[in-house]
């Protein structure tokens, strides 16, 4: 499938689109979309062990990188959430669904985002955009993805928001930073005992 966008281009001179000049570009997207002749088991699990694989690779870089906790200042951001490696790996699952589908059939709807993450790789939701401008695979909305940027600059990611957002890497460390983001917020109102709260 190949789906057509099209994006403003900074100091462009225009270029012949439709039949007028324009100032915008088209960029052509191939997309695997989702079909129950792809839901099979191999495929299912490619995309889960992408998922996973992602996630362990977020963690890494930020232990490399030395990014702090603000939750507990004193530790790494990726101690903190060690034994929570597997809710990460739900994310794009949760973003990319909803929750009457999920309600129905919460095994369809976790294999039929898996089946789309193995067949389109990198590019999976990565031009998936909501109504609040909600973006990339785990669903991150400028602002957002903004304040948790200049909040660990250690981090080092992506200043470009939405390639920022479209990336897998760069946008599950966000995920995993604004998790501990809000943390800090919890422990500041409720104390650390907020952590071993249920």
Known sequence: KTVTTTKKMKNSKGVYYNGKVSTKTVEYVYYVP????????????????????????????????????RAFPDRLVTDVFAHAKDYFERIPMIEQS???????????????????????GEQAF?????????CGWVQFIPST????????????????????????????????????YNLGDLVKKFGNNIVNDP
């Open 145 to 180: 993805y903004t304040a948790i940027r200049k909040a660990y600059p250690l981090a080092q990611l992506n200043t470009d928001t939405m390639a920022g957002r479209a990336n897998h890497l760069n946008s599950m460390m966000s995920a995993i930073l604004l998790y501990d």
């Open 98 to 120: 909803d929750l009457g589908e999920f309600t129905l059939n919460p095994t369809q709807t976790a294999e039929r985002v898996n089946v789309i993450v193995a067949t389109n």
């Open 34 to 69: 989702y079909s129950s002749d792809l839901h099979r088991n191999d495929i299912i699990n490619v995309g889960e062990k992408y998922i996973e694989d992602k996630v362990h690779e977020a963690f890494d870089r930020l232990t490399a990188l030395g990014v702090k906790s």
């Open 126 to 134: 990565s031009k998936t955009c909501n109504g609040s401008s909600a």
